[in-house]
């Protein structure tokens, strides 16, 4: 299934990843695909909805750590979903970023298959200078020097530049062994790749631990924590 098909299946729940929804947190509004869409699964414990498929009403957060937190302290995330549910912040939070990054991967493997990445530093520097790049990727653990030399080419043509995961991680994405630099030459593609892993760096960064009182409610009643 491609990408145009599951987001047409998430279309049939919530009228499709293009149309807005605000963060149950912050209420910032923005784009069904660029929020988490959260929803209830079994015995009401409340699972991220990165394919959009799960059926009936979702919750949406931005990719964010203090988001997340918030909705859950705030039982913002039942108000959403008009019932109670069970939900961890230090549970959801990395449970996000993981399916954030497996569908990364998947995207990445649907580019491979549509020939729209360059793989490597020399097919990367063409890709690069012709102008038909929209993103570059980089592995976390690429040389100083194959990372700067793609990174400087990169800026040179405005091209943007994401950390990827580690060698052998992000050359597995697309059938190969390590590889250390790529890009992306479907703009469609590159904007959805870069939006996950982005939203997965965010979601992994360090976060103010909540205190005790909240950490041990597991339960949201819709009450408001305030």
């Known amino acids: ?30 784009p069904a695909s660029r929020l988490l869409r959260f929803a209830p699964g079994p015995k009401h414990q409340l699972a991220v909805d990165v394919y959009r498929r799960l059926p009936g009403r ?23 979903l008009h ?18 990054a497996e569908r990364a991967e998947k995207l990445l493997g649907l580019s491979r298959r549509q020939g729209a990445v360059r793989i490597g530093a020399d ?12 993103l570059l990727l980089v ?3 690429a040389a100083e020097r194959t990372r700067r030399h793609a990174v400087d080419a990169a800026r040179h043509v405005g091209v943007p530049v994401v950390d990827a995961p580690p060698m052998a991680q992000l050359g597995a994405a697309v059938g190969k062994t390590d590889v250390a630099v790529m890009t992306v030459e479907s703009l469609e593609l590159a904007d959805e790749i870069r939006w996950h892993l982005e939203a997965v760096r965010a979601l992994r960064a360090t976060v103010e631990s909540p205190p005790a009182a909240r950490t041990a409610q597991a339960v949201e009643t819709g009450e408001s924590g305030a």
């Open 58 to 80: 979702g919750a949406h957060t931005c990719p964010a750590p203090t988001c997340i937190k918030n909705a859950v302290e705030r039982g913002a995330f039942s108000r959403s």
């Open 123 to 134: 097919e990367t520097e063409r890709s690069l200078t012709s102008q038909r790049a929209h």
């Open 139 to 141: 592995a976390t653990d």
């Open 83 to 100: 019932e109670p549910v069970v939900c961890r912040a230090e549970e959801l939070i990395p449970s996000a970023a993981e399916a954030l």
């Open 1 to 30: 299934m491609d990408m145009a098909q599951q987001q047409g299946q998430g279309g049939k729940q919530e009228g499709g990843s293009r149309a807005e929804r605000q963060c149950a947190a912050c209420r910032r509004r923005a």
